[in-house]
């Protein structure tokens, strides 16, 4: 028999020798067959990020990145297929407000826990909102789109990328804070939704910058407030919503990287260095910009700690207002 104080040595030993082969795993993990990187809404922004970052990960890795558009149940459908896959690096999850967040206290049954049932790589990107009015309104500044929608309510309809959605809540968000009440009109994503704003059929809304931007230069859309604590570079005159009297407004819609819970922590660490690198890049960087996206590239546990303040920020409101989606 070995006496105590051997067994300890050899077991100091051996976590010693076995550290090195650990970290040696994680700088040369490679997928051995194409990864699926799931897109669980169709369009938006979110597809657009994917589809610069995939292309980038396959020069890494030397294997297809194949984006796959899986949308429903406000982002739920897709992200439960991840959620359900191997988690061996092979299958990877672009995840936003909806599906990571806000469904948890909009839906009375979850198929899955954002937070026990994937593991976060990297907070990629966030993004402020625009509060956007059809110009034949009139409107040109916060003040008097408030004063107008408490004298007149039912001249203001607004429309919303979905019912749940980071679009419909910031609006909720403003109705609570504001005082008053207008009407709101769902729809099946942000093309239709703008296209119905452009058009007059709602007045107003909140959209991500990628969404909006180019009615606005096209004078078929008017900016009247950002939804972040500071303003957009490429807007300077544009003032943000807490700026404008509702103090300490702050909503902004983000996307980041995820992969199915168990995934092994070399793998995800081998993620996330590659990702990072991708997403500072100047040429990605570049493009980000243009979308007016803030670049975040966070560490794992940074994304988590941001998930969990998120389900707390939306579920508050979410009760606060009594909105079920089923």
Request: proline share 8%; net charge positive.
């Amino acid at each position: 028999m070995f006496p105590r104080r051997s067994l300890l040595a050899a077991a100091l030993l051996g976590v010693a020798a076995a550290s090195p082969s650990w970290a040696q795993n994680a700088a040369d993990w490679k997928p051995t067959k194409p990864v699926r990187i799931m897109v669980p809404i169709v369009g938006s922004t979110n597809d657009v990020l994917a589809r610069l970052v995939a292309p980038k990960l396959q020069e890494v890795f030397g294997q297809p990145f194949v984006v796959e558009n899986k949308g429903g149940a406000g982002g739920n459908i897709g992200a439960l297929d991840i959620v359900r896959s191997a988690p061996d690096g092979h299958n990877l999850l672009v995840g936003y407000n909806g599906p990571l967040a806000i469904n948890v206290s909009l839906f009375s049954k979850m198929p899955y826990d954002p937070v026990k049932d994937l593991a976060p790589i990297t907070l990629a990107v966030k993004a402020p909102q625009y509060l956007v009015v059809n110009p034949a309104t009139g409107i040109t500044s916060v003040k008097e789109f408030i004063v107008t929608a408490k004298t007149n309510p039912e001249k203001l309809n607004y429309g919303s990328v979905s019912v749940g959605s980071a679009s419909h809540l910031t609006m909720e968000m403003m109705k609570s804070e504001a005082g008053f009440n207008i009407t709101h009109i769902p729809y099946r994503g942000a093309a239709p939704a703008v296209s119905d704003l452009v058009a007059g059929m709602v007045q107003t809304g909140f959209f991500v910058p990628g969404n909006v931007q180019g009615f606005v230069k096209e004078g078929k859309l008017r900016l009247l407030a950002s939804t972040g604590l500071k303003r957009f570079p490429s807007t300077p005159d544009v003032p943000t919503l807490a700026e404008s009297g509702l103090k300490d407004f702050e909503a902004t819609s983000w996307i980041g990287f995820l992969a199915p819970a168990g995934t092994p922590p070399h793998i995800i660490k081998r993620y996330n260095e590659e990702m990072v690198k991708i997403l500072k890049s100047p040429d990605i960087q570049a493009r980000l910009h243009e979308m007016e996206f803030e670049v975040v590239a966070s560490s794992p546990r940074e994304f988590s700690a941001w998930i969990n303040s998120e389900i707390k920020r939306w579920g508050k409101v979410i009760q606060d207002n009594n909105i079920k989606l089923d």
